[in-house]
């Protein structure tokens, strides 16, 4: 459990973090809470809300060619590479009103409360709203970091979603410019640090009553998609064992991909695996499916056990689709590695929430985010806070707004303390 302390040094103004939090999840889909999908109007008019408010808060705002909307705040040294905080804005289809938001929010009351205490950091400041961190419907996600990363390349650019639009149009629809991407990038060591708050996506915090914990790592993402082709026939004249549905075949993956990845935890690896995305040809009641597009996403600590799951433990169930006469092409999308966070970085962050009361546990997050890009600039770390029941990714994904201030202050506390050190270290 917690108990306050009484801390002197600049001071959140939670009840504006709340406001901000309100104005910003206002801007939604009207027919589906809280949406706002990257690459659509409503993406475009949250961050021209975000833009306005880093403005008033002093901040310079630019957009760079990898689509991040970035507020600057210069630093007594500019020379020094910059302290950045952030997240993303964008959201999954009826996502919710704190992940990624909170992180981007959070680090934009960073600095209007250094502002407002007329603190001149060390380093200039950075608030950093990423492009895209969610699964777009190019198939891809973290697309802003990525830029930061160098991670971008001509095959990802040509990407297209069911409109036919490609990532690189996308890019110069959101403000971004595909072909100044090397201005993007951003080379190890150009980072003195990356902080985010985010919200847990669990229920450890809630179950332990505490308001903030420390997060240890990223774990692995692997996106395949998986195209099974059988033949499409007339539903009532098509006798059943002279048919090939495609669909048929796809469900028989879908429960090995649960059995297996249940499996697998059973042996003492953290592993997880989803098929949750469907596309079925023609998708009519009177005809026999003939060809099901899916992606199969796995994650864990362990890459060597992710990719062993993907490309061994599932071989029997590919073999056996392919054995009923079906054509099965895997297609790689995407694989970002586990990441650790910085021990230095994590050290401070703790020490932080102690001095507010707080004794901050050390977790991992399964679920993936911009620091595994950001990583490759320089040092990342990220602190947790509990979201109610654990929902998130729905309508119902909740925080406190005196968790979110909470989290927001040892954001800051951290930010000072770690403006005043060199670049930490591992």
């Known amino acids: 459990m917690s108990r306050r302390r009484r801390v002197t040094g600049p001071q959140i103004d939670g009840g504006r973090l709340w406001g901000d939090l309100e104005a910003l999840a206002a801007l939604t889909e009207p027919d589906r809470p809280w949406t706002r999908r990257s690459f659509t109007p409503m993406f475009l008019k949250g961050r021209a809300w975000l833009a306005e408010a880093f403005r008033v808060a002093g901040l310079e705002v630019s957009t760079d060619a990898g689509g991040n909307l970035v507020g600057r705040r210069p630093g007594r040294n500019n020379n020094l590479p910059p302290v950045v905080l952030g997240s993303h804005s964008d959201t999954v289809p009826s996502g919710g009103r704190f992940d990624g938001v909170l992180g981007v929010l959070s680090a934009l009351e960073v600095a209007r409360s250094l502002n407002e205490a007329q603190v001149e950091l060390n380093h200039a400041l950075e608030v950093v709203d990423f492009l895209a961190e969610e699964p777009s419907e190019f198939g891809l996600s973290c697309i802003g970091s990525r830029a930061w990363a160098g991670a971008l390349d001509d095959e990802t650019l040509a990407m297209t979603r069911p409109d036919g639009m490609t990532l690189a149009e996308g890019l110069r629809y959101v403000g971004g410019d595909p072909e100044r991407l090397a201005s993007a990038r951003r080379p190890a060591g150009s980072t003195h640090v990356y902080l985010e708050a985010h919200i847990e996506q669990a229920r450890v915090l809630e179950s332990a009553g505490l308001p903030v914990g420390v997060v240890t790592g990223i774990v692995a ?122 021990a230095g970085v994590i050290s401070v962050l703790q020490e932080a929430a102690r001095l507010r009361g707080i004794e901050a546990p050390l977790m991992p997050s399964g679920a993936g985010h911009d620091g595994v890009f950001v990583s490759r600039t320089g040092p990342v770390g990220m602190i947790f806070l509990p979201c109610r029941a654990g929902l998130s990714h729905t309508p119902e994904e909740w925080a406190e707004p005196g968790d979110c201030a909470i989290a927001a202050q040892v954001l800051l506390d951290a930010v000072l303390r770690l403006d005043q050190e060199g670049t930490p270290r591992a």
Do not use: W, Y
Not at 303 to 329: C, M, S, T, W
């Open 221 to 342: 993402i692997l996106r395949e998609k998986i195209t099974i082709c059988g033949q499409t026939d007339h539903a009532g004249a098509t006798p059943m064992a002279l048919r090939r549905d495609a669909l048929v075949a796809a469900a028989s993956l879908v429960t090995a991909v649960d059995r297996l990845a249940r499996a697998a935890n059973g042996k003492g690896t953290e592993l997880v695996a989803t098929i949750g995305a469907f596309d079925v040809h023609p998708n009519a009641a009177n005809a026999v499916p003939g060809t099901v597009e899916l992606v199969l996403e796995a994650r864990s600590e362990d890459e060597a056990r992710l990719q062993a799951f993907v490309n061994n433990d599932l071989a029997p169930a590919f073999a056996q689709i392919e054995a009923g006469g079906f054509g099965l092409v895997r297609k790689p999308i995407s694989f970002a590695r586990a990441t650790r966070c910085d």
